[in-house]
Protein backbone atom coordinates (compact mmCIF):
# COMPACT_ATOMS: atom_id res chain seq x y z
CA UNK A 1 0.00 0.00 0.00
CA UNK A 2 1.24 3.26 -1.60
CA UNK A 3 1.68 5.89 1.16
CA UNK A 4 -0.67 8.10 -0.71
CA UNK A 5 -2.92 5.39 -0.27
CA UNK A 6 -2.77 5.25 3.42
CA UNK A 7 -3.40 9.05 4.07
CA UNK A 8 -6.32 9.07 2.04
CA UNK A 9 -8.41 6.78 4.37
CA UNK A 10 -6.48 8.22 7.44
CA UNK A 11 -7.83 11.70 6.78
CA UNK A 12 -11.16 10.35 5.80
CA UNK A 13 -11.33 9.12 9.31
CA UNK A 14 -10.39 11.78 11.14
CA UNK A 15 -12.30 14.61 9.14
CA UNK A 16 -15.47 12.76 9.26
CA UNK A 17 -15.06 10.27 11.45
CA UNK A 18 -18.19 11.09 13.94
CA UNK A 19 -19.64 7.98 13.78
CA UNK A 20 -16.49 5.60 15.27
CA UNK A 21 -15.62 6.14 18.60
CA UNK A 22 -17.22 6.42 21.76
CA UNK A 23 -20.73 8.05 21.85
CA UNK A 24 -21.53 9.91 25.32
CA UNK A 25 -25.40 10.12 23.96
CA UNK A 26 -26.12 5.99 24.54
CA UNK A 27 -22.88 5.20 27.56
CA UNK A 28 -25.31 5.69 30.23
CA UNK A 29 -28.67 6.54 28.87
CA UNK A 30 -31.80 6.94 30.65
CA UNK A 31 -34.53 4.37 30.88
CA UNK A 32 -36.80 5.61 33.52
CA UNK A 33 -36.63 9.45 34.01
CA UNK A 34 -36.18 11.17 37.09
CA UNK A 35 -39.04 12.64 39.72
CA UNK A 36 -40.38 16.25 39.19
CA UNK A 37 -37.51 18.32 40.58
CA UNK A 38 -35.20 16.19 41.16
CA UNK A 39 -31.30 16.46 39.85
CA UNK A 40 -28.88 14.14 39.34
CA UNK A 41 -25.31 14.26 38.34
CA UNK A 42 -22.15 11.97 37.13
CA UNK A 43 -18.90 11.95 35.85
CA UNK A 44 -17.09 9.40 33.02
CA UNK A 45 -14.02 8.50 32.47
CA UNK A 46 -11.82 5.93 30.22
CA UNK A 47 -8.98 5.07 28.13
CA UNK A 48 -9.72 4.08 24.28
CA UNK A 49 -6.83 2.94 22.38
CA UNK A 50 -7.00 1.96 18.24
CA UNK A 51 -3.80 0.54 16.55
CA UNK A 52 -5.86 -0.42 13.17
CA UNK A 53 -8.40 0.93 11.06
CA UNK A 54 -11.12 -0.78 8.62
CA UNK A 55 -11.31 0.69 5.04
CA UNK A 56 -13.87 -0.38 2.42
CA UNK A 57 -12.23 -0.32 -1.08
CA UNK A 58 -13.92 0.21 -4.53
CA UNK A 59 -15.45 -3.12 -4.56
CA UNK A 60 -16.98 -3.07 -0.85
CA UNK A 61 -14.33 -5.10 0.62
CA UNK A 62 -13.01 -4.07 3.85
CA UNK A 63 -9.38 -4.55 4.81
CA UNK A 64 -7.85 -4.12 8.10
CA UNK A 65 -4.51 -1.46 8.05
CA UNK A 66 -2.36 -0.87 11.04
CA UNK A 67 -1.64 2.90 12.26
CA UNK A 68 2.25 3.93 12.19
CA UNK A 69 1.65 4.81 15.85
CA UNK A 70 -1.67 3.89 18.18
CA UNK A 71 -3.56 6.22 18.92
CA UNK A 72 -4.95 6.65 22.76
CA UNK A 73 -7.09 9.10 24.38
CA UNK A 74 -8.17 10.06 27.85
CA UNK A 75 -12.14 9.92 27.56
CA UNK A 76 -14.49 11.79 29.91
CA UNK A 77 -18.18 13.51 29.78
CA UNK A 78 -19.77 15.48 32.49
CA UNK A 79 -23.78 14.06 32.90
CA UNK A 80 -26.29 16.73 34.28
CA UNK A 81 -30.13 16.19 34.74
CA UNK A 82 -33.12 17.82 35.93
CA UNK A 83 -36.75 16.67 36.51
CA UNK A 84 -39.34 18.69 34.50
CA UNK A 85 -41.98 16.91 35.74
CA UNK A 86 -43.04 13.52 36.73
CA UNK A 87 -42.65 12.63 33.05
CA UNK A 88 -39.80 14.57 32.09
CA UNK A 89 -36.46 14.73 32.21
CA UNK A 90 -33.89 17.71 30.72
CA UNK A 91 -30.23 16.70 30.17
CA UNK A 92 -26.62 18.10 29.48
CA UNK A 93 -23.92 15.95 28.20
CA UNK A 94 -20.88 17.30 28.11
CA UNK A 95 -17.93 15.48 26.23
CA UNK A 96 -13.95 16.13 27.03
CA UNK A 97 -10.69 14.10 25.81
CA UNK A 98 -7.03 14.43 25.98
CA UNK A 99 -4.78 12.71 23.44
CA UNK A 100 -2.45 10.52 24.68
CA UNK A 101 -0.26 9.28 21.58
CA UNK A 102 -1.11 9.35 17.58
CA UNK A 103 -0.03 12.71 17.12
CA UNK A 104 2.91 14.90 16.88
CA UNK A 105 0.96 17.42 19.33
CA UNK A 106 -0.89 16.69 22.83
CA UNK A 107 -4.84 17.33 21.76
CA UNK A 108 -7.53 17.90 24.53
CA UNK A 109 -10.34 20.15 24.53
CA UNK A 110 -14.39 20.03 24.95
CA UNK A 111 -16.21 18.47 22.29
CA UNK A 112 -19.73 18.96 21.12
CA UNK A 113 -22.07 18.78 23.91
CA UNK A 114 -25.69 17.07 23.99
CA UNK A 115 -29.12 18.35 25.47
CA UNK A 116 -31.57 15.42 25.54
CA UNK A 117 -35.64 15.22 27.18
CA UNK A 118 -36.46 11.97 27.76
CA UNK A 119 -40.32 11.44 28.75
CA UNK A 120 -42.69 8.57 29.17
CA UNK A 121 -44.63 6.87 26.72
CA UNK A 122 -45.47 3.96 29.07
CA UNK A 123 -44.47 2.78 32.29
CA UNK A 124 -45.90 -0.80 32.13
CA UNK A 125 -44.01 -1.94 29.72
CA UNK A 126 -41.05 1.32 30.32
CA UNK A 127 -41.06 2.72 27.30
CA UNK A 128 -39.13 6.22 26.72
CA UNK A 129 -38.97 9.06 24.21
CA UNK A 130 -36.09 11.01 23.43
CA UNK A 131 -35.35 13.76 21.58
CA UNK A 132 -31.89 15.38 21.38
CA UNK A 133 -29.89 18.27 19.65
CA UNK A 134 -26.07 18.41 19.52
CA UNK A 135 -24.40 21.83 18.38
CA UNK A 136 -21.43 22.67 17.25
CA UNK A 137 -18.78 24.21 18.73
CA UNK A 138 -16.27 23.71 15.94
CA UNK A 139 -12.98 22.73 17.89
CA UNK A 140 -12.83 26.44 19.15
CA UNK A 141 -12.81 24.53 22.83
CA UNK A 142 -9.95 22.37 21.40
CA UNK A 143 -6.01 22.45 20.75
CA UNK A 144 -6.59 19.13 18.96
CA UNK A 145 -5.52 19.64 14.59
CA UNK A 146 -7.77 18.51 12.49
CA UNK A 147 -10.65 18.54 16.26
CA UNK A 148 -12.19 16.24 17.33
CA UNK A 149 -15.49 18.49 17.07
CA UNK A 150 -17.80 17.37 14.53
CA UNK A 151 -18.96 21.36 12.54
CA UNK A 152 -22.06 19.43 11.55
CA UNK A 153 -24.83 20.31 14.23
CA UNK A 154 -27.03 17.21 15.24
CA UNK A 155 -30.56 16.22 16.15
CA UNK A 156 -31.55 13.08 16.90
CA UNK A 157 -35.39 10.98 17.81
CA UNK A 158 -34.71 7.78 19.74
CA UNK A 159 -36.58 5.69 21.92
CA UNK A 160 -35.64 2.87 24.83
CA UNK A 161 -37.10 -0.55 26.31
CA UNK A 162 -36.79 -1.44 29.63
CA UNK A 163 -38.48 -5.26 29.18
CA UNK A 164 -38.28 -7.38 32.87
CA UNK A 165 -37.58 -10.97 32.42
CA UNK A 166 -38.59 -11.64 36.13
CA UNK A 167 -40.09 -10.74 38.75
CA UNK A 168 -39.13 -6.72 40.50
CA UNK A 169 -35.76 -6.66 41.16
CA UNK A 170 -34.77 -9.85 38.46
CA UNK A 171 -33.01 -10.19 35.52
CA UNK A 172 -33.84 -7.33 32.12
CA UNK A 173 -33.41 -6.49 28.75
CA UNK A 174 -32.35 -2.59 28.54
CA UNK A 175 -32.65 -1.48 24.19
CA UNK A 176 -32.11 1.78 22.96
CA UNK A 177 -32.66 2.72 19.25
CA UNK A 178 -32.74 5.98 17.85
CA UNK A 179 -32.11 8.13 13.80
CA UNK A 180 -29.58 11.02 13.92
CA UNK A 181 -29.56 13.28 11.08
CA UNK A 182 -27.11 15.71 10.66
CA UNK A 183 -27.39 19.58 9.39
CA UNK A 184 -25.02 20.73 6.41
CA UNK A 185 -21.80 22.69 7.39
CA UNK A 186 -18.82 23.83 5.53
CA UNK A 187 -16.20 21.21 6.13
CA UNK A 188 -12.89 20.37 4.72
CA UNK A 189 -13.43 17.39 1.75
CA UNK A 190 -10.37 15.24 1.91
CA UNK A 191 -8.89 13.73 -1.29
CA UNK A 192 -10.61 15.68 -3.58
CA UNK A 193 -9.47 19.24 -5.70
CA UNK A 194 -11.48 21.50 -3.58
CA UNK A 195 -9.95 21.96 0.13
CA UNK A 196 -14.12 22.63 1.57
CA UNK A 197 -17.66 22.65 0.90
CA UNK A 198 -20.85 22.72 1.70
CA UNK A 199 -21.34 18.54 3.23
CA UNK A 200 -23.77 16.63 4.28
CA UNK A 201 -23.47 13.61 5.94
CA UNK A 202 -26.08 10.36 5.65
CA UNK A 203 -28.47 9.56 7.94
CA UNK A 204 -27.44 7.17 10.79
CA UNK A 205 -28.88 4.58 12.49
CA UNK A 206 -27.93 3.70 15.96
CA UNK A 207 -28.53 1.61 19.26
CA UNK A 208 -27.62 -0.53 21.97
CA UNK A 209 -28.83 -3.40 24.32
CA UNK A 210 -28.20 -4.86 27.54
CA UNK A 211 -28.67 -7.77 29.46
CA UNK A 212 -28.92 -6.52 32.98
CA UNK A 213 -28.81 -10.31 35.56
CA UNK A 214 -28.46 -8.87 39.48
CA UNK A 215 -26.10 -10.65 41.27
CA UNK A 216 -27.07 -9.47 44.59
CA UNK A 217 -29.10 -6.17 45.87
CA UNK A 218 -26.41 -3.97 45.39
CA UNK A 219 -24.26 -5.79 41.89
CA UNK A 220 -25.32 -6.55 38.78
CA UNK A 221 -23.49 -7.08 35.76
CA UNK A 222 -24.43 -6.45 32.16
CA UNK A 223 -23.78 -7.69 28.47
CA UNK A 224 -24.58 -6.55 25.22
CA UNK A 225 -23.64 -4.59 22.53
CA UNK A 226 -23.45 -0.58 20.44
CA UNK A 227 -23.73 -0.74 16.70
CA UNK A 228 -23.87 2.30 14.28
CA UNK A 229 -24.22 2.66 10.70
CA UNK A 230 -24.43 5.92 8.57
CA UNK A 231 -24.48 6.79 5.46
CA UNK A 232 -22.08 8.48 2.83
CA UNK A 233 -21.26 11.83 3.38
CA UNK A 234 -21.69 14.27 0.20
CA UNK A 235 -20.20 17.93 -1.03
CA UNK A 236 -21.62 20.61 -3.35
CA UNK A 237 -20.09 21.57 -6.62
CA UNK A 238 -21.49 23.40 -9.39
CA UNK A 239 -22.82 19.95 -10.85
CA UNK A 240 -24.63 18.57 -7.79
CA UNK A 241 -24.11 16.54 -4.92
CA UNK A 242 -20.57 14.44 -5.17
CA UNK A 243 -20.56 11.62 -2.29
CA UNK A 244 -17.06 10.93 -0.65
CA UNK A 245 -15.44 7.88 -1.05
CA UNK A 246 -15.04 6.50 2.43
CA UNK A 247 -17.31 7.98 3.88
CA UNK A 248 -19.84 5.59 4.75
CA UNK A 249 -19.01 4.22 8.23
CA UNK A 250 -20.34 1.73 10.62
CA UNK A 251 -19.39 -0.50 13.11
CA UNK A 252 -20.04 -2.92 16.14
CA UNK A 253 -18.98 -2.86 19.61
CA UNK A 254 -19.68 -5.90 22.22
CA UNK A 255 -19.69 -4.40 25.70
CA UNK A 256 -19.94 -5.58 29.31
CA UNK A 257 -19.42 -4.67 32.66
CA UNK A 258 -21.00 -4.18 36.03
CA UNK A 259 -22.97 -1.53 37.88
CA UNK A 260 -22.38 -1.11 41.80
CA UNK A 261 -25.27 0.90 43.63
CA UNK A 262 -25.24 0.88 47.52
CA UNK A 263 -25.98 3.83 49.38
CA UNK A 264 -22.12 5.25 49.33
CA UNK A 265 -20.89 4.17 46.08
CA UNK A 266 -22.98 4.05 42.49
CA UNK A 267 -20.04 2.73 40.25
CA UNK A 268 -20.61 1.72 36.54
CA UNK A 269 -17.38 -0.36 34.41
CA UNK A 270 -17.64 -1.07 30.93
CA UNK A 271 -15.42 -2.71 28.67
CA UNK A 272 -15.89 -2.40 25.06
CA UNK A 273 -14.49 -4.12 22.20
CA UNK A 274 -15.00 -3.30 18.39
CA UNK A 275 -15.69 -6.57 16.70
CA UNK A 276 -16.42 -5.40 12.87
CA UNK A 277 -16.28 -2.08 11.34
CA UNK A 278 -16.56 -0.05 7.60
CA UNK A 279 -13.95 2.94 7.49
CA UNK A 280 -13.51 3.28 11.47
CA UNK A 281 -10.89 2.85 13.99
CA UNK A 282 -10.81 -0.70 15.73
CA UNK A 283 -10.83 0.30 19.02
CA UNK A 284 -11.27 -0.95 22.59
CA UNK A 285 -11.70 0.76 25.71
CA UNK A 286 -13.14 0.93 29.59
CA UNK A 287 -15.20 3.33 30.71
CA UNK A 288 -15.91 4.17 34.49
CA UNK A 289 -18.45 6.12 35.94
CA UNK A 290 -19.82 6.98 39.38
CA UNK A 291 -18.35 10.38 40.26
CA UNK A 292 -21.55 11.67 41.23
CA UNK A 293 -21.75 16.12 40.74
CA UNK A 294 -24.78 16.61 41.62
CA UNK A 295 -27.20 19.60 39.92
CA UNK A 296 -28.03 20.92 43.23
CA UNK A 297 -25.00 21.02 44.19
CA UNK A 298 -23.55 23.12 41.35
CA UNK A 299 -26.83 25.29 41.12
CA UNK A 300 -28.64 24.79 44.84
CA UNK A 301 -31.96 24.03 42.73
CA UNK A 302 -34.44 21.37 43.38
CA UNK A 303 -33.92 17.79 45.65
CA UNK A 304 -30.31 16.04 44.96
CA UNK A 305 -30.69 12.42 43.91
CA UNK A 306 -28.25 10.21 42.08
CA UNK A 307 -29.62 8.13 38.89
CA UNK A 308 -28.68 4.50 39.71
CA UNK A 309 -28.42 1.53 37.51
CA UNK A 310 -27.33 3.15 34.07
CA UNK A 311 -29.64 6.04 34.54
CA UNK A 312 -32.24 4.82 36.16
CA UNK A 313 -34.07 6.72 38.46
CA UNK A 314 -35.24 5.68 41.97
CA UNK A 315 -38.59 5.01 42.39
Known sequence: MSSRRALFPLAVIVVLGVCNGWDPLYYNGLTRVLRSTESSGDFA?????????????????????????????????????????????????????????????????????????????????????????????KGYLESANPPRSDPHMAAEIAASFEFPLGGRGGSRFDLTGGLRHYFTAWDRIPGTQRDSSETSPGLELRGCGFMVAPVNPELSVRIGGEFATRGKTSYETPGGSVSIRGSNQSYFDLRGGFMLDNPDLDLTVDVYIRLSGENVDKEWGIMLSGIGIDLGDVFSVGTGGRSSEGGRSRE
Open 45 to 137: IGYLSAGSYWETDTLGFDSLYEYREARSFLQAAWTGRYGLTSSHTISLVVPMYLQLSGSEETGLGITDPWISLDGWMSRAPHYLIRGAFRPSF
